[in-house]
């Protein structure tokens, strides 16, 4: 008896990200639908042909998407709203729905759907939009066309599918809706569609399919728990319907779920959540099928393939080898797809990683070795070797790195005074005026900045030359923030990419690759660093730009740090070791920074957090324990500032109405926030919780080419007022302006200068 190896999504975006290409050329009106089409089929092709050479016997279809996985389930169940069903051409219609349709000269605007984060990963997927009586319609199209596409090349597949409850809960009321409805109230509307598309896919002879529950990992409301067991009875009572493996992943399940129910199947994720398989074994009904999710889909590391191996067999010891499938934790769309491609990449660390590619070629090892007395596979012996480079490297293990780590005290997490005493050595040491106005850090990256780094990179043009422009842009920036009159300037970052790269170059223990792309939402792909080792800082970082940019001016120029956490966040992080452990050694290498800046004499140092908050854990059980922590890292980085130097920090893209207990006690002198876009209600929230310190909420969103005016500011501002003390208020935009245009942000930061002045003269 071979045991399975299964897959249960591939990325798909393409090795050199081909799928953003053709969409951007079909976007661009550069090419046909057709062309979009072909392109798109070429890549189904090739990921199902490189996972049935891998070796891979379950393999997936429908996990493709033009845009995105959960927009498709829209489409299957006719969930589309009326403003898109207007759009007669589907393709229009699905990329309206997805991106909006603008179109000035025929008074066309439609509006996307709404995007938010899957679980906890840093995908997005569009939001559903339903209505109270939403009326649900199967076309079944994409997922039987795919089906029969891979048919073509001789490939059985197993389809997969976002289950109803999923579903329901990833939705949201389209608004207007009647109120007390809950998306999960639709559920009994849903499941004939989901009954009806059973049926056509046993009508095509499809084998089985996945479909995905990843709700059941997340905190269910007794609600939630008794429709995904009401939805699993009823699609499995179907007559005729393919066998069905029920998907989760990310964190262990409640093993009750899947007990009693007539699952053919279930697959657990055992990367992330191992100590669950004797609870799902004990739960897993009589015959079922059970798939082990041991290489893992949401990082870069290669597999500990003895441990998975053990798993395997334990799980084979209780089930026998017909009842087990060795898997991939869970899609592998969160990691890219081939080691091959990266040609730059240090060996030695190379060594240690398993992108998409490698990962299929371990699934199925593992499957191929499961059933014999010990593995034969050469995988296994290359693995362990790599295994115990890597522990004994002194790049993951830096001595001076973790006895420092080990020293850290509770003082070192506090500031010398508490914020009171700090504000008072501030006031006197800066002078601002009521209302002081600064902007968060980034100005405009135009094409300009971005050829002269090209150039340079390419080494086109000289290091000299290449700081000579960034000076020249430095200065411009600093000037036009004079002129506009800004209270508390930014150099501008224009020698940063991106705020997390720019550290991790600068940093020990970062590595990055060239074509290490993953997908964030549609075409936007995010080619994140690969936190390897032990972090330290050899020299400092941000010292050099600082300095020069405040030697230009005598208004104080912030300094611009990138805090431990969304460094940590917006990383692959080494897996051999907590994240809390990585994260306080980079916070203490930005603890350094501070400590160099300031004795450089940047008085104002800001340490930006926006991604403090997606850290957070799927289960509200564990996010004490996360904030804790992650409050600490922060802590860590910024307390050894003396008094009279302002920390400032900044978050964005997050609803933060539930940790402002932590963000206060994150004890930054000033906070500039998010709000513009949600019109102050966090405001109130803040002022409700009478936040301590200093905060800007940001009166300038960003987000869009719009040039607020200055009554709109003021008015916001005011509004700001009537919760907050006027003492407290800063005024900026909500956001870094790196994406805009010099032209709107001059005249939107003139306005929002303005916006100030006047309420500072009511
Ligand atoms: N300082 C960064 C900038 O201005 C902050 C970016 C962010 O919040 N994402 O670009
Ligand atoms: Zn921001």
Redesign the pocket.
Known sequence: MRVHAACLGHPRIGADRELKRALESFWAGKSSREELEASAAALRRRHWSAMRDAGIDAIPSNDFSLYDHVLDTAIALGAIPARHRAIDDPIARYFAMARGLQDRANGIDVPALEMTKWLDTNYHYLVPELDADQVFSLDPSKILDEVREARALGLETRPVILGPVSFLLASKLAPGARGGTRTLDLLDRVLPSYEALLARLAAENVAWVQLDEPCLVTDLDDDAIAAIGRALDRLLASPARPRVLLATYFRAIDPDVIARTRLDAVHVDLARAPQQLDAVIDALPREATLSLGVVDGRNVWRTDLDAARALVRHAIDRLGASRVQVATSCSLLHVPVDLASERALDPEVRSWLAFAAQKLAEVAALARSATLESPVDPLFAQTREALATRRRSARTHDPAVRERAARVDDAMLHRASPYPVRAKAQRARFDLPRFPTT????FPQTSDVRAARASWRAGRTTDAEYRAFLERETRACIERQERIGIDVLVHG?FERTD?VEHFGELLEGFAFTEHGWVQSYGSRCVKPPILFGDVARPEPMTVDWARFAQSLTSRPVKG?LTGPLTILQWSFVRDDQPRADTCKQIALALRDEVRDLEAAGIAMI?V?E?AIREGLPLRARDHAAYLRWAVDAFRLATSGARDDTQMHT????SEFRDILAEIAAMDADVLSIETSRSHMELLEDFGRFRYPNEIGPGVYDIHSPRVPSVAEMRDLLERAARVIPAEQLWVNPD????TRGWSEVERALTNMVEAAREARAR
């Open positions: 902007t968060i850090g980034s970052e705020m611009m800001q930006d926006p900044h978050m964005c893209y956001c870094g302006l790196k």
